[in-house]
């Protein structure tokens, strides 16, 4: 099936710096991809979708100045998570749908990315 | 707005048991709705959806679900637990036919014991 790869798969990193996580479809392109969060013990929060191209679309409540979303090319997008605080310590997921057509109805997840902030 | 319930985080099983895995939503308009799976230190996959087809939708690994409007459930059950199945398990739901969006539930622990 679809690979979808996150990296890195963990990061720790002082307060009030910035931490980039990429997110790639390895085999597939992907015209759209979402970034998600999880707090340990809760659900996925949907946090922006991104299209290959254009400006991410952000969720209510979710700062885009704190979290910059590029999706330049149909197999990249990155996270930024910029002066980072402990709060944004968190599980970041990524997930991409295929746009050739193949399985364009399906969300593939990536392994996630482990964040602490110190 | 939709939402996800799913009651019990954490479930017990014994292996060779039935696994029933409960999911409640809430949806303005007809949803689609998916069952995922996560294993340690991996991503989601998906297991199964329903998408306003047969009510009964039959997945991966033995998996199925009943979608029933009446009761707005989309409960996952499988006939005999294995071992391998010990995950979390995510019920979600999307309003649209993009496949965006998910809602998901706050995951069930599924441990299986010998």
């Known amino acids: 099936g679809a690979v979808v790869s996150q990296h890195p798969s963990w990061v720790i990193c002082k307060s009030g710096t910035s931490v980039k996580i990429e997110c790639r479809s390895l085999d597939f392109q992907a015209t759209t991809m979402f970034w998600y969060r999880q707090f340990p013990k809760q659900s996925l929060m949907l946090m922006a979708t991104?299209?290959?191209?254009?400006?991410?679309?952000?969720e209510q409540g979710v700062e885009k100045d704190k979290f910059l979303i590029n999706h330049a090319s149909l197999t990249l997008s990155t996270l930024t998570v910029t002066s980072a605080h402990p709060e944004d310590s968190s599980f970041y997921i990524c997930?991409?749908?295929?746009?050739?057509?193949?399985?364009?109805?399906?969300?593939?997840f990536g392994p996630g990315t482990r964040l602490t902030v110190l | 707005a939709q939402s996800v319930t799913q009651l019990g985080s954490h479930v017990s099983v014994s292996e060779g048991a039935l696994v029933l895995l409960r999911c409640n939503y809430s949806?303005?308009?007809?949803?689609?709705l998916f069952w995922y799976v996560q294993y340690p230190n991996q991503g989601l996959q998906l297991l199964l959806k329903y998408t306003s087809a047969a009510t009964l939708v039959k997945g991966i690994n033995g998996f199925e679900a009943e979608f029933k409007k009446s009761e707005t459930s989309f409960h996952l059950t499988k006939p005999s637990a294995h071992m391998s199945d010990a995950a979390e398990y995510f019920c979600a739901v999307s309003e649209s036919d993009s496949w965006g969006k998910l809602q998901f539930g706050a995951g069930t622990q599924v441990v299986v014991t010998p």
């Open positions: 997930s991409a749908r295929d746009s050739r057509g193949r399985s364009t109805d399906t969300q593939y």
């Open positions: 991104s299209n290959e191209g254009s400006k991410a679309t952000y």
């Open positions: 949806s303005s308009v007809p949803p689609y």
